[in-house]
């Protein structure tokens, strides 16, 4: 009765140690990531900053975290309510996160604005765009947007866009756990909140990037329509310009593990 009663506790254990393993490879943990408040606390913060720091027209914005395996971990807004934001937006910048996410890796990382060059007419990446999951995106309460449990969370947003205000994020050894997505200004101001935002959080080990630096900032070289690197970025109209300050974020606030 003793062997048997040692074989059944070991077996437990067992079971106990691969589900444990189970539950930490599931495609729905966030637990590397920052959850719903330290994500609106940090995009809050930045935002206040205005657009004379940050460029653009000193909008409300949208962000969104997702996982590793794209799943959306949180979606907040920085305004009053969900109204004061571009409502559009909400999307958009779920499909940033998701689109910089499914991009980079544990040693390259791209960001959103990163891949636009690429995806234009007779370039490499042409056809890329693609929209969200109609099945997720257009589903749920929209009084849970923003909120703890907006009906994003969990599920998988799909969608890709190339323009700036997605970033890869990495854990301090450089390991990417996911992705942030931003959106409610010019997509260049988009960008620069993103990065602060992601500087806040502690997430911006970047390992390697095609921007200056060995970054994923944006890159200006896009003249008489082609880019000189291939992965250029245009200007953005509308607002302060960003250009300058997006130039200044790998001084700033520089990217990588050993920073």
Known sequence: MK?????????????????????????????????????????????????????????????????????????????PNRGTEWPGSRLISAEKA??????????????????????????????????????????GDPQKFGQPDDPLVGKPIGG?????????????????????????????ADHVIAWKTRHSLGLDAVPMGVAPGSSDNLIFDIQNGASASGFGHPPCKGGNPSEEIIKKLTESMPTGPHR
Request: contains cysteine; glycine residues 12%; hydrophobic residues 40%.
């Open 3 to 79: 062997s048997f009663a040692a074989l059944r506790s070991i077996c437990l254990g067992v079971l106990a140690f691969l589900s444990s393993l189970t539950f930490a490879q599931s495609p729905t943990d966030c637990s590397k990531l920052p959850d719903y408040n330290k994500l609106k606390t940090a995009l809050t913060n930045t935002v206040k900053e205005g657009k004379g720091a940050n460029g653009g027209l000193g909008n409300q914005e949208w962000g969104t975290v997702v996982n590793r395996d794209g799943i959306v971990c949180a979606v907040v807004f920085t305004g």
């Open 98 to 139: 998701n689109t910089a996410n499914a991009f980079s890796t544990d040693n390259f990382a791209l960001s959103t604005g990163n891949v636009y060059s690429a995806a234009q007419p007779g370039q490499s990446l042409y056809s890329i765009v693609t929209g969200p999951d109609p099945n997720t995106a257009f589903a």
């Open 160 to 188: 890709v866009i190339v323009f700036g205000g997605g970033l890869a994020l990495y854990s301090k050894e450089g390991k990417i756990v996911g992705a942030l997505g931003v959106s409610g200004d010019t997509s260049c």
